[in-house]
């Protein structure tokens, strides 16, 4: 179903607004929004609101770059944020899309503002994994993905929402606890003792699988004691993902057949008798190659674990098992929220 929100225009009619018609995102009065006529420039007409990574990407990816491109193409800039700036009144007002310009953390920190609002997302990714990218089959460039919203069809997607001694926390792409969590701390610490940090894409990957290498020989276990949807889980693992999408961090398919629309989440565990496979698959994708990551996957809407002190990370954010919440539960609890967002897939990602 192509884009609700599309709204052509007539030129012929006085009383048609045109993108140049707009100011701060607000029709005159004396205008109004013409459905089912031709536009006269074959383009479609959107309010947007744009939230951006200004510290991500290249000159492809600027914000006069990204402005332009959505100028270029007819839609009428309604509010415009950077990543770490006040998105009260974007939120308030949306407009008719959110356009959100950065990687998974960017994407992850918007996405999550917007749910249950029906205000559909379109995300031009521009970070370093580009995991919910990649999971909904979004690739191009900023000008081939904006050039095709016009006919691009809305897709339902789910988030989760996990519970623990961390408080409570909405999330995008997964929750892990265990050894990818810690891998995940150890590397905010380093980052946030250095200045110095990779310059690309491909040295800032190489170094958080390298970390992760280097931690899973000895890692020690976990030992589980909880259940999917009910049925009892338990044993030693050292590591355990509730994943929305396939992959997590360095591009990390841990659950490769997730499907953010489905309604359920995938539970991928590591168990310890598997450590020389995982070890292995860690190599294989530092060379760049591909590999089956050596998970148990279990499909289900919820989960509940006894918590026995280890770190855990929920979505890019990692969090240490010594700082617990002062009135924290020994419990972790993680479920899911069905089709609570909508992402605007252009047509060549659905071919992809």
């Given at each position: 179903?192509?884009?609700?929100?599309v709204?052509?225009?007539?030129?012929?009619?006085?009383?048609?607004?045109?993108p140049?018609?707009?100011?701060q995102?607000?029709?005159?009065?004396r205008?109004?929004?013409?459905?089912?006529?031709?536009?006269?420039?074959?383009?479609?007409?959107?309010?947007?609101?744009l939230?951006?990574?200004?510290?991500?990407?290249?000159?492809?990816?600027?914000?006069?770059?990204?402005?332009?491109?959505?100028?270029?193409?007819?839609?009428?800039?309604?509010h415009?944020?950077a990543?770490?700036?006040?998105?009260?009144?974007?939120?308030?007002?949306p407009?008719?899309?959110v356009?959100?310009?950065?990687g998974?953390?960017t994407?992850?920190?918007?996405?999550?503002?917007?749910?249950?609002?029906h205000?559909?997302?379109a995300i031009?990714?521009m970070?370093?994994?580009?995991n919910?990218?990649?999971?909904?089959?979004?690739?191009?460039?900023?000008?081939e993905?904006?050039?095709?919203?016009?006919?691009?069809?809305?897709?339902?997607?789910?988030?989760?929402?996990?519970?623990?001694?961390?408080?409570?926390?909405?999330f995008?792409?997964?929750?892990?606890?265990?050894?990818?969590?810690?891998?995940?701390?150890?590397?905010?610490?380093?980052?946030?003792r250095?200045?110095?940090?990779p310059?690309?894409?491909?040295?800032?990957?190489?170094?958080?699988v390298?970390?992760?290498?280097?931690?899973?020989?000895?890692?020690?276990?976990?030992?589980?004691?909880?259940?999917?949807?009910?049925?009892?889980?338990?044993?030693k693992?050292?590591?355990?993902?509730?994943?929305?999408?396939?992959?997590?961090?360095?591009?990390?398919?841990?659950?490769?057949?997730?499907?953010?629309?489905?309604?359920q989440?995938?539970f991928?565990?590591?168990?310890e008798?598997?450590?020389?496979?995982?070890?292995?698959?860690?190599?294989?994708?530092?060379?760049?190659?591909?590999a089956?990551?050596?998970?148990?996957?279990?499909r289900?809407?919820s989960?509940?674990?006894?918590?026995?002190?280890?770190?855990?990370?929920?979505?890019d954010?990692?969090?240490?098992g010594?700082?617990p919440?002062?009135?924290?539960?020994?419990?972790i609890?993680?479920d899911?929220?069905?089709?609570a967002?909508?992402?605007?897939?252009?047509?060549?990602?659905?071919?992809?």
């Open positions: 179903m192509a884009l609700a929100a709204i052509p225009r007539q030129a012929s009619d006085p009383r048609c607004a045109r140049a018609d707009v100011v995102g607000q029709l005159p009065p205008l109004r929004r013409c459905r089912g006529l031709p536009s006269l420039d074959h383009r479609d007409f959107m309010r947007v609101s939230i951006h990574n200004p510290s991500a990407g290249d000159d492809e990816f600027s914000r006069e770059h990204l402005v332009w491109l959505l100028q270029e193409h007819g839609h009428v800039l309604a415009e944020a990543k770490n700036e006040d998105w009260s009144h974007l939120i308030e007002d407009g008719d899309l356009v959100i310009a950065g998974d953390g994407v992850g920190a918007a996405a999550l503002k917007l749910i249950h609002r205000v559909p997302i031009l990714p970070g370093t994994a580009n919910i990218a990649r999971a909904l089959r979004i690739h191009g460039g900023p000008a993905l904006i050039a095709g919203w016009p006919t691009a069809r809305r897709r339902p997607m789910d988030v989760g929402v996990a519970s623990g001694p961390w408080g409570k926390s909405w995008i792409e997964g929750v892990g606890l265990g050894l990818f969590a810690t891998a995940m701390a150890v590397l905010d610490e380093r980052d946030s250095t200045r110095s940090k310059g690309t894409r491909e040295s800032k990957l190489e170094r958080d390298h970390t992760l290498k280097g931690l899973a020989s000895e890692y020690p276990p976990l030992l589980l004691d909880g259940t999917i949807d009910g049925r009892p889980l338990s044993g693992v050292l590591l355990v993902a509730a994943m929305n999408i396939a992959a997590v961090g360095p591009n990390m398919d841990l659950a490769p057949n997730a499907d953010p629309g489905d309604g989440l995938d991928a565990l590591v168990r008798e598997r450590r020389a496979d995982f070890i292995d698959y860690v190599t294989t994708r530092l060379r760049g190659g591909e089956t990551p050596p998970t148990d996957v279990h289900g809407r989960l509940r674990l006894a918590w026995s002190g280890y770190d855990a990370h929920i979505d954010r990692a969090w240490r010594e700082n919440m002062p009135d924290a539960h020994a419990a609890e993680i899911v929220a069905a089709h967002l909508e992402v605007l897939l252009p047509p060549a990602t659905e071919n992809a």
